[in-house]
T-cell receptor, first 116, second 114 residues
């Protein structure tokens, strides 16, 4: 079974531009979460999608948005990029978000975004 | 407000010795805890987990201990191997508002020296 894939793997943008990142979850997984990883901040939760609906959102400005398609693939968009947006953006999928805390997440390799 | 904290950003251990990675949390409602391992250029991968109703879970060389009264968990790796060199994230989850919310710590970079 193929793992979580993310495209592109690397991206360089300039301040003020906007960017779209893509994530394809493991086949059969319907929940997709996005995280931002920066040195010293760990994994900061951005948002989670299930059945094309955003179910949970972290403390990020409105410049960060996302969506999920009917095939569970997800995209996140960052508008008006700032230098501080430079980070590794990770996507994680899980079967179905449920009540069990053991609902393991499977991560993709991430997209390394550099904002100049 | 960082609800899950890993106060040691890095740790160096000799091969064959024990590695102990620590994690503290503030939310007493967390009911499940997980550890993930991350190699450079790869996404985190699940390592081991523990329910809040237990105080220990073991899987091969990896053991996670949970001290609920102290709101503290630790990951023990025995014996440590060079291939264990990675960044380790602890995570805690709580069922809230109809779904599970997961909070990750800041990570500890483990270096196992041959």
């Amino acid at each position: 079974k193929a793992g979580v894939t993310q495209t592109p793997r690397y991206l360089i943008k300039t301040r003020g531009q906007q960017v779209t990142l893509s994530c394809s979850p493991i086949s059969g997984h319907r929940s997709v979460s996005w995280y931002q990883q920066t040195p010293g901040q760990g994994l900061q939760f951005l948002f989670e999608y299930f059945s094309e609906t955003q179910r949970n959102k972290g403390n990020f400005p409105g410049r960060f948005s996302g969506r999920q398609f009917s095939n569970s693939r997800s995209e996140m968009n960052v508008s008006t990029l700032e230098l501080g947006d430079s980070a590794l953006y990770l996507c994680a999928s899980s079967l179905v978000p449920g009540t069990s805390g053991s609902n393991e997440q499977f991560f993709g390799p991430g997209t390394r975004l550099t904002v100049l | 407000d960082q609800q899950v904290k890993q106060n040691s950003p890095s740790l160096s251990v000799q091969e064959g010795r024990i590695s102990i990675l620590n994690c503290d949390y503030t939310n007493s409602m967390f009911d499940y805890f997980l550890w993930y391992k991350k190699y450079p250029a790869e996404g985190p991968t699940f390592l081991i987990s523990i329910s809040s109703i237990k105080d220990k879970n073991e899987d091969g060389r990896f053991t996670v201990f949970l001290n609920k009264s102290a709101k503290h968990l630790s990951l023990h790796i025995v014996p440590s191997q060079p291939g264990d060199s990675a960044v380790y994230f602890c995570a805690a989850s709580v069922y809230s508002g109809g779904y599970q919310k997961v909070t990750f710590g800041t990570g500890t970079k483990l270096q196992v020296i041959p």
